[in-house]
Every structure is written in C-alpha cells, then in structure tokens.
C-alpha cells in the first residue's frame, strides 16, 4: 500500500512539473552576446559617421553624406554620443569624439535654434561628458551655452520662447508645449549645480511650475500654450509628443535634486493620468487622449513615443501599471515589423507607418528589468534589438524607415540612436553597476546625471 502510494504520488509530481511550462532562461552567455552586438552596431554607426559625415551634425545614411541642422555643425552626433562611448567602454572611439568636441564646438552661431533640442542634446551632452570625463572645457562649453539660451525666459510667464539667436539673444516662437517648457529643468538645474551659478536652475524651475500652476480643474495640461499670455492654445491633454517629457521631468527633477516641489506635482499629475488617460484594452494599458478641462477622450491614438511612460510608471515605484502599459508597448512592436510612430489602439490599425529608430520601448524594458529582474523583459529587448539591427542597417550605419510593413528605409540617423537607443540597448543587458540608479538620473537623451546629495 505504502508502495502504491509513493507510486501515485510521484506520478503526480512528474506530470505536474511537466504540464508547468518553466520559463525560458536569459543565460549570462545570452546577455554577453547582446551587449556584443550592441557593441558592434555602435562602432559601424560610429564608422559611418566618420567616413560620410565627419564634423556635421547627423550621417545621412543612404546617400552617405553628412547633415548640419542649421547654418553650421553643432557636432550633434559626437556630443550625443560620447557619455555612450565611455559607458560601453569605446576607449578609442570615445577619445575620437572627445577630440573634435574640444577642438571644434563653437556655438558663437548667429542662427536662431529650438531650445529644447538643443538642451537636451547639446547642454545635457556636454554636461555628463564634463561629470564622467573630468575634463572641465566640457563644463565651460555648456556655460557658455547655457548663457546664449538664458534670453528665451524673458517673458511674463517665465515660460520660454520655442527659439533664440545664440548671437543676439533675439526669440521667436511664443507658442510652445509643456514638453518643451518643463523638459529644460534637469540640463539648467544640474548647469547651476556645477558652475554655482542659480540662475539657470531658478529660471527652469519658474518655467516648469509655471505650465503646473496652468493646469485644469481635473489636474491634467494642455498642448499648447501661450508663453506671453499663459494662455492654453490647444487643450487636447495626452502623454504624446508635446507633453511627453514634462512629465518625465516632474519625477527625475525630484530624483535628481530633492527639490519636493516637484515631487508634489508629480504626485498630483500621475494621479490625474490614471484617472483620465490610461485606457485598459485587451492588449495592455494605453494611454488616449482627452480634452484637458473635461476628460473626454478626443482620439485613441498612442505610438513609439508614448512608449516612455512604462518606464517612468516603473522608475517612480509603480510596477503593476508599469508591467500593463509595457504589454502594451510590446503589443504594438509585435503587430507589426517594428513599432509605428503612431498607433490607434482600438481600430487597431497604424496612423504613422515611419520609424525614426526611437529608444524609448527599450527604455521601458530596462527599467523594468533593473526593478524587477524579470526575465521577460530580457526577451523583449532582444527581440527590439534584433529587429533594429536586421532592418534598419545599412552600409554606412543604421537608418530610420519610412514605413514599417514595407520596410522601405528612410535617409536619416538621429544623435539619439548613440545618445539613447544604443545606450538602453546595451544597459538592458550589462550589469548594473554599469550606471547605478541609485546614483544617477537619466535625462530625456538618456545622459547620466549624478544625483545632488
């Protein structure tokens, strides 16, 4: 009987253990073959970029020539990518950047230029290579920079102007969004940090409390504003483009200086996007859209840049939110080749074909993973990776596509695919001592910032 009993009884282990599936294993073999992939598409791209386009400011990856945003270089890719050289360990490639930064930056430019891209690009650039280098002409370059932007606040809001002549200080553009107002705080805060300077930290500051101070009754913003007049232009609220990184700036200005001011606000806004914005479909939670004074959604549209928010959800402590929405992210690159920039969720169906080669699906992936050490997000960005890699090489480096079923490539290679998307593609699987979290705070560009104590 006892025999008989033993018999059954392990039967019922072995079938049991059996009809389990186990989950497959990321080995560390695994993860080392990633980060040497990731490793390698760097230096190709970088390859490229010195062979095409060598002193301005993008490769044009199809005619393989280079590409200056305005009437001269401002080495965007080579400020964008030096934190990533040195965090992957491109000794050789990292000195290369460094060399032409110190040698050949010079933004004594009469050209109007978008503050936002400049500062999140170039400012917050300059600044981490100075924190990770050492070397302090990194430091007075973005002084020198973050002077020649300070004339865009000079408005009754505080708010800032869309553009300035780095020359004459002249502005233009009183029609901004809240992404381009608020997303100045960490470059500015951490410029005043480490020059002692506290005007650039009391400007940002204005100008992000600013747009919070302008929200609704029901706590959400609008995307548009008037700068002069602190009137909403557009008050279509979402977490898209023109939105996006305000309120990534709300919790990492918090992580990053402990000013809790910002926490405050982030605790207000995060409340009102669950309430009003995150939709729960059958594929993930997305976020819609809505009027900002009642709530009411006005298009279910979600895309490659809305992606972010699982990641921010993560970081700031809310993992279940943050594991639907990242369902949701991975949904939307499955159904297709690669994710479409924009995305209706409830037809299904894609608005925006193109890719430009944007980071932030794998930015929720990793932190996720660095929170969790959930295996599955290992998984997620592999197969992110491997697609980028697969369709978006070219001869000369990587290339954005114009249309995600047809595969169609597009002539452009961002900055941000070294500032950002190489970056998280590697951090995802490397170790996390590589950048600690507990001491450093990514910027929208994903330029490590080191925490104010």
Same mark, same amino acid.
């Given at each position: 009987m006892?025999?008989?009993?033993?018999? &059954?009884?392990?039967? &019922?282990?072995?079938?049991?253990?059996?009809?389990?599936?186990?989950?497959?294993?990321?080995?560390?073999?695994?993860?080392?073959?990633?980060r040497?992939?990731?490793?390698?598409?760097?230096?190709?791209?970088w390859?490229?970029?010195?062979?095409?386009?060598?002193?301005?400011?993008?490769l044009?990856?199809?005619?393989?020539?280079?590409?200056?945003?305005? =009437?001269?270089?401002m080495?965007?890719?080579?400020?964008?990518?030096?934190d990533?050289?040195?965090?992957?360990?491109?000794?050789?490639?990292?000195?290369?950047?460094?060399n032409?930064?110190?040698? #050949?930056?010079?933004? *004594?430019?009469?050209?109007d230029?978008?503050?936002?891209?400049?500062? !999140?690009?170039?400012?917050?650039g300059?600044?981490?290579?100075?924190e990770?280098?050492?070397?302090?002409?990194?430091?007075?370059?973005?002084?020198?920079?973050?002077?020649?932007?300070?004339?865009?606040?000079?408005?009754?809001?505080?708010?800032?102007y869309?553009?300035?002549n780095?020359?004459?200080?002249?502005?233009?553009?009183?029609a901004?969004?809240p992404?381009?107002i608020?997303?100045?705080?960490m470059?500015?805060?951490?410029?005043? #940090?480490?020059?002692?300077?506290?005007t650039?930290?009391?400007a940002?500051?204005?100008?992000?409390?600013?747009?919070y101070?302008?929200?609704?009754?029901?706590?959400?913003?609008?995307?548009?504003?008037?700068?002069?007049?602190?009137q909403?232009?557009?008050?279509q609220?979402?977490?898209?483009?023109?939105?996006?990184?305000?309120?990534?700036?709300?919790?990492k200005?918090?992580?990053?200086?402990?000013?809790?001011?910002?926490?405050?606000?982030w605790d207000?806004?995060?409340?009102?996007?669950?309430?009003?914005l !995150?939709?729960?479909?059958?594929?993930?939670?997305f976020? =819609?859209?809505?009027?900002?004074?009642?709530?009411?959604?006005?298009s279910?549209?979600?895309?490659?840049l809305?992606?972010? !928010?699982?990641?921010?959800?993560?970081?700031s402590?809310?993992?279940?939110?943050?594991?639907?929405?990242?369902?949701?992210?991975?949904?939307?690159?499955?159904?297709?080749?690669i994710e479409?920039?924009?995305?209706?969720?409830k037809?299904?169906?894609?608005?925006?074909?193109?890719?430009v080669?944007?980071?932030?699906?794998?930015?929720?992936?990793?932190?996720?993973?660095?929170?969790?050490?959930?295996?599955?997000?290992?998984?997620?960005?592999?197969?992110?990776?491997?697609?980028?890699l697969?369709?978006?090489?070219?001869?000369?480096?990587f290339?954005?596509?114009?249309?995600?079923?047809?595969?169609?490539?597009? *002539?452009?290679?961002h900055?941000f695919?070294?500032?950002?998307?190489?970056?998280?593609?590697?951090?995802?699987?490397?170790?996390d001592?590589?950048?600690?979290l507990?001491?450093?705070?990514?910027?929208?560009?994903a330029?490590?910032?080191?925490?104010?104590?």
């Open positions: 006892k025999k008989l009993s033993f018999f &059954f009884i392990w039967c &019922f282990l072995f079938t049991s253990s059996f009809a389990q599936k186990r989950a497959p294993v990321f080995t560390n073999a695994m993860q080392v073959e990633m040497n992939k990731v490793k390698q598409a760097v230096t190709h791209a390859q490229g970029y010195k062979k095409y386009a060598w002193g301005f400011d993008d044009q990856p199809l005619t393989k020539t280079g590409k200056n945003w305005y =009437t001269s270089s080495l965007m890719t080579p400020v964008d990518a030096f990533t050289f040195i965090l992957l360990g491109l000794k050789e490639e990292a000195k290369e950047a460094k032409i930064i110190l040698q #050949k930056l010079d933004f *004594n430019i009469d050209q230029v978008q503050v936002f891209e400049i500062t !999140i690009r170039l400012l917050a300059l600044l981490t290579a100075y990770l280098d050492g070397n302090k002409k990194f430091l007075n370059i973005a002084d020198d920079l973050g002077k020649r932007l300070m004339p865009c606040f000079n408005t009754p809001t505080g708010m800032p869309r553009f300035v780095l020359v004459t200080g002249k502005v233009r553009d009183s901004n969004n992404a381009e608020g997303t100045l705080m470059e500015f805060g951490k410029l005043s #940090k480490l020059t002692g300077n506290k650039y930290y009391r940002a500051k204005k100008a992000m409390m600013a747009v101070n302008k929200r609704s009754k029901i706590d959400l913003v609008g995307e548009m504003i008037d700068v002069n007049t602190g909403w232009i557009s008050t609220s979402h977490i898209s483009g023109y939105i996006d990184s305000y309120y990534e700036y709300l919790y200005s918090w992580k990053l200086f402990g000013d809790k001011d910002f926490k405050n606000a207000v806004s995060v409340a009102a996007i669950k309430t009003h !995150i939709s729960k479909q059958n594929n993930g939670w976020c =819609t859209h809505v009027d900002m004074n009642t709530g009411k959604e006005t279910s549209t979600y895309g490659a809305d992606a972010f !928010i699982a990641g921010l959800f993560a970081y402590g809310d993992i279940k939110t943050a594991r639907e929405m990242q369902r949701a992210n991975y949904y939307m690159w499955t159904k297709f080749n479409p920039e924009e995305y209706n969720f037809t299904d169906s894609i608005l925006s074909a193109y890719y080669l944007r980071p932030e699906n794998l930015e929720s992936c990793f932190y996720l993973y660095r929170l969790t050490k959930d295996q599955q997000y290992l998984f997620m960005a592999k197969r992110m990776v491997d697609d980028i697969t369709h978006c090489r070219t001869d000369a480096g290339a954005s596509l114009k249309n995600v079923i047809t595969l169609e490539k597009a *002539n452009s290679m900055s695919l070294f500032a950002e998307t190489f970056k998280y593609a590697y951090l995802i699987f490397a170790p001592n590589v950048v600690d507990n001491k450093y705070v990514f910027s929208t560009e330029h490590p910032f080191k925490i104010i104590k």
